[in-house]
């Protein structure tokens, strides 16, 4: 069974960066698309970005392109999302999550399309 941990959460000024990492244990690394998503105080859980199985292809919401950059470490089994020029309404639980894919470059990026979620990490920003 596929378990996800999130990391690298906190509280930091706009402007700043952070790295999030989602470390991935029980299954097959490099056969499951991986996501990231966040939820604001109040709202509804929203895609941010994800990444295909074999990393070769990406997708990210339209609020954090050229901001925001997810990537995958095959030696650590990690996937990181990398968040620069952060802002206030960046500040919320953010989320990782994965499924099984068979074709390796699939992208998902609707919540209902994964199977296993992380416990989230907080993120907030402060203006």
């Known amino acids: 069974q596929v378990q996800l941990v999130e990391s690298g959460g906190g509280l930091v000024q706009a402007g700043d960066s952070l790295t999030l990492s989602c470390a991935v244990s029980g299954s097959t690394f490099s056969r499951n698309c991986v996501g990231w998503f966040r939820q604001p105080p109040g709202q509804e859980r929203e895609f941010v970005a994800a990444?295909?199985?074999?990393?070769?292809?990406?997708n990210y919401a339209d609020s954090v392109k050229g901001r925001f950059t997810i990537s995958r470490d095959s030696a650590r089994s990690t996937v990181v999302l990398q968040m620069n020029s952060l802002k206030p309404e960046d500040t919320a639980v953010y989320y990782c999550?994965?499924?099984?894919?068979?074709?390796?470059?699939?992208?998902?990026?609707?919540?209902?399309?994964?199977?296993?979620w992380g416990q989230g990490t907080q993120v907030t920003v402060s203006s």
């Open positions: 990444i295909s199985a074999s990393g070769g292809n990406t």
């Open positions: 999550a994965a499924v099984y894919t068979f074709n390796s470059r699939q992208v998902l990026t609707f919540r209902g399309q994964y199977v296993t």
